[in-house]
Structure formats: C-alpha cells, structure tokens
C-alpha cells in the first residue's frame, strides 16, 4: 500500500514537473529577429461621432469648450494610425506569461489605451484616475467575464483572463467607453501608438503570418520572412473601400527572395 | 501507515485548494453588477381597475427623475442627436442623415418623446434619486428649465417634419444646452459635496465639516434664463 501511495505520489510529482516544462521558454530552433512597422491610414480625414457626457456632469467638466469624440478612427500626422493591434498568427512555442499585469486605465471618461493586447492567463488590472464612478463591464464570449463597480479613488482591481479571444470592455455607466483587449496565446502582438509605429520582437525566425486588426477596418494579413539577428519591415495600409478581411494563409504569395508579401484584396 | 493516509490527504486537499483559489482569481468571487442607485420608488399596486369612481385622477409618478432620465429622456435624446451624424467606417466617411420617411417618423417620435418627457419630470411627487422632490422655492425654475428642453425638442420635431436636416442638426446642439443647464442646478452626485456645491439639495446633506452651500432658491427664482453656451 505504501509502495502504491509512494508511486502516486512520485507520478502526480512527475506530471507538476512536466507541466512546469512545458511552460518554460523554448528558445527558438532558427533564432529569432524583429518585426517593425508603420501603419497608415489612405483616405480622407476620419470623423469620429461627437460623445455627448452631460449625463454625467463629472465627464462632462472634462471637456469644457470641447467636444470630444468618440476615438474610434485616430490619425495622426501623415496617416499614422493608431490603436492597430497588429500580432502573428500560428502556432509557437509556449513562453512564460508575463508575471506584470496589463493595465487598462480610465481617464477622462475614457479607456486608456483603446486597444490592448494581453496574453492568456495574465492579469489585467483596472484603474480609475477620473473623478467619477466607473463599471467596467466584460462582453466575454469565451469566459472571460467581469462586471464591476469601479468607484472614484478606488482601488485598481485585478482579473486573469483566462481565454483568448478579442475581448469588448464597456462601462454600464458611460455607454460611450469601450476598450478591446486581444487575449492572445503567444507575445508576439504590438499595438500601433499615435505615431503609427509598431514592434514586435523576438520572433522564431521563418516565415511568419503578420495579422493588423482595427475595429473599424477590420484585418489585414501578410506573410514575411524572418531572419534571424534581422529586423524586418513590414507596413500596413488601411484606406476606405479597401477588402480587409482576413484570408487563409495559402492564398497568399510569398517571394522566395522576400520580406513579403502581399496585401489582400 | 494510517498517519502517512491522513498527512496524504491532507497534503492532497491544500494542494486542490490553492490551486482552485489561483484558478478564481482576485477577482472570481466579487464580481458585481452596478448598484442600483435607489430603493424601488414604485408605491404598492393599485388593484383596483380605475373607473370613472375609482383608481387615480391625477398624475401619478412611478420612477425617479433618473428612471424618467436613463429610459425616457436619454433614448429619445440620441434618437434626435444620432439623427445627424458624420461617422467613418470601412467604406468611409458618411453623413448620417434620414434617408427616407420611415427614418424621418423615427426621428419624429424621438422628438415627440423628447418635447413631451419634461413635462413628466414636473409631475408633483416626482422624486429624484439623491435629494428627493425639487423643492417648491425652486420649482419655478425647475420648470423653466424642463421647459427648455421641451422647446429644443419642439424645434427638432418642426424640423424633422420638415425633413430639414440643418435645423435638425442646430436643434441638436440646443438640446444638449438645455440638458446641461438643468444638470448643473438639480443633478446631485450622491456623497459628494463639492460637486454638489450651490446645486439644489433637497433632502440632500453633506457631511459634517463640508463647506459647500446649497442653491438660494431667490437668486435662482429671480435668474433669468441662461444663455446657451455652447452651438
């Protein structure tokens, strides 16, 4: 009886080690280089529907004399366009998730940032610097779900998302706030800032499917060829009118010689 | 042997514990929706069926000024606001406008409800959430700024059965005026008495030591209406 409890023992032992195994990095078979871009937006000015925040006079002294907008297309000079979230899809070897949490910020009636990425099983954490009550609402399909009361000078409150999916956050309160979170399984995502620039590093070198998504415009997908101890550029063009979804992955041409690539039509 | 099953066990049982407690999360057993802002306001069931002898004969609210606001004045507001738009989307920039008379009757109800819903917030007995009652120095005013609303709204339906969309648009902005005249005076925050400075308390008290001050209901009374500041 002993010897049966012992060797249950040692096998529950075993299995905890192989998981732990399985969660450590595996460093990349070829090496890994660096993807960097620029995403632009082709069209005319983007105008963003006026959000009006009387209801709640707290956002509203926010904005005196202005009128704020609902930040959903956000160009900057010379198209930079933020708030892309931009991340390779495949599969990958498993790395550590980050032990930090990703913060999702409110501040002036707002989500900061807009668009975030996350890994499966970090932590998001949740602040609130405005001046008024939040509730921070998770439109999860995939298990994901939260539904809190966020109070002015509250404590930042923390949740593990514990799926991928690309996850909506609204807050019951303003029905104008509303965050996406990419809940990815792999830390290989950026998310475009105002100047429209992005970086992804430490990429298994090889050719790697490169996915930009905005809410608005949809997804684009290209193809590049990562070398390794190289950095590689690739850009993404969004404009009105053009094809975005995402297409299967053989559909699309890659040079032998190449970088890349090909925009979907 | 039998204290080596129970050290097992026990070891076993901690191990499932922690490890169902990490699966939870700081956040897996607190999740909450939003409060509701106040007890149910609704008095008991009349049963009685109302005839001409019995049952109410005058008006009888039902909800706070924030129910009033939240599923009556807000929807009909962005019925009239969303009428008018300028948006980008996939295929570019649009001007959202009515495009045919079952947009432009949408548009009318939402103006209807909208000119008619003030008049619903000065029904005696209507209760707000944190304060209670307008109280009857500043009911004058009250209505003076309800008013406003109804007579913004009153443009925006004249001009949507005009299907005239830049008098839609400006009737718009007039709305959002209005709204924010009667907010600044009668929109109290609960347990925040400086925000609630020089608004109208009613039934409403700061904390002991606060330095804020209700609205004098002769300076109000006596104010003519305020300009628009904005549009």
Known sequence: MRKALFSFAAATAATLVSVGVATTPVAGQGGTGTIVGHVRWMGPTPVNPIVRMGADPRCGKLYIGKRPTAPTVVVGADGAFANVLVNLDGSFPSTPVPTTPVVLNQKDCQYAPRVLGARIGQTLQVTNEDPTDHNVHSLSKAGNDFNRTQLVNGKPFEVKLTAGEMLRVTCDNHSWMTAYIAILDNPYFSVTGADGMFTIANVPAGKQAVKAWHEVMGMQTQMVDVQAGKTTTVDFTFAPGQKTASAPIHELTVPADGNLVAILR | ?231
């Not at chain 2, 106040?38 to 909800?63: F, M, Y």
């Not at chain 2, 009556?72 to 019925?79: D, E, I, R, V, Y």
């Not at chain 2, 948006?87 to 009757?105: A, L, Y």
């Not at chain 2, 039934?203 to 209901?217: L, Y």
Request: contains cysteine; glycine residues 6%; aromatic residues 6%.
């Open chain 2, 1 to 231: 042997m039998r204290i080596f099953h129970w050290f097992f066990a026990v070891t076993l049982a901690a191990f499932l514990g922690v490890a169902v407690t990490a699966q939870q999360g700081p956040g897996g057993t607190t999740d909450t929706a939003a409060a509701p802002p106040c007890d149910l306001p609704n008095p008991p069931a009349n049963k009685t069926v109302a005839t001409d002898t019995t049952g109410p004969t005058t008006p009888s609210p039902k909800g706070y000024v924030k129910d009033v606001m939240n599923y009556m004045m807000m929807t009909s507001a962005a019925g009239v606001w969303n009428a008018v738009a300028t948006v980008t989307d996939q295929t570019g920039v649009h001007e959202i406008r009515p495009k045919n008379d079952e947009e432009w009757n949408r548009v009318i109800g939402a103006a209807t409800e909208l000119a008619e819903v003030p008049n619903l917030l000065m029904i005696p007995g209507r209760k707000r959430c944190v304060g209670g009652e307008i109280p009857a120095a500043f009911k004058t005013d009250f209505a003076r700024k309800a008013r406003e609303v109804t007579e913004a709204a009153n443009i925006a339906l004249i001009a949507a059965k005009k299907h005239d969309v830049d008098a839609l648009a400006e009737a718009g902005e007039r709305i959002d005026v209005a709204c924010d005249e009667c907010h600044e005076r009668y929109q109290l925050l609960d347990d925040d008495p400086e925000e609630n400075n020089n608004k109208v308390w009613g039934t409403w008290k700061p904390k002991a030591g606060s330095k804020s001050k209700p609205a004098v209901p002769n300076s109000t009374a006596a104010a003519a209406p305020a300009a628009p500041k904005k549009g």
